[in-house]
Nanobody, 124 residues
Framework: QVQLVESGGGLVQAGGSLRLSCAAS????????MAWFRQAPGKEREFVGT????????FYANSVKGRFTISRDNAKSMVYLQMNSLKPEDTAVYYC?????????????????WGQGTQVTVSS
């Protein structure tokens, strides 16, 4: 049974930083790509970024490129999302998800396992 548990969300002022964590269990973590998505109230879930199974490659949405960084620690079965220069429009529930292969994508429907989400609120 695959489980993903996010943590690290909270309230931060615009321009600030937060680091989200996602703890994975139930499958061989190092064999699969991981991704972060977010969903704001009244909006569809949107892609934030993904990291390959080795952690050597990442890919980001244009809206966060240069501000957010995804990393992973395969020994600890953890994936992280470092968020800098936060903006009010980054306010959303952030979810981690595990792909079914070594390389992720930006498509929500290609991810089967999801965490419960963690709220990030950026005040202006």
């Amino acid at each position: 049974q695959v489980q993903l548990v996010e943590s690290g969300g909270g309230l931060v002022q615009a321009g600030g930083s937060l680091r989200l964590s996602c703890a994975a269990s139930g499958r061989t973590f190092s064999s699969y790509a991981m991704a972060w998505f977010r969903q704001a109230p009244g909006k569809e879930r949107e892609f934030v970024g993904t990291i390959t199974w080795t952690g050597r490659s990442t890919f980001y949405a244009n809206s966060v490129k240069g501000r957010f960084t995804i990393s992973r620690d395969n020994a600890k079965s953890m994936v992280y999302l470092q968020m800098n220069s936060l903006k009010p429009e980054d306010t959303a529930v952030y979810y981690c998800a595990t792909a079914e292969g070594r390389y992720g994508s930006a498509t929500v429907n290609e991810y089967v396992y999801w965490g419960q989400g963690t709220q990030v609120t950026v005040s202006s």
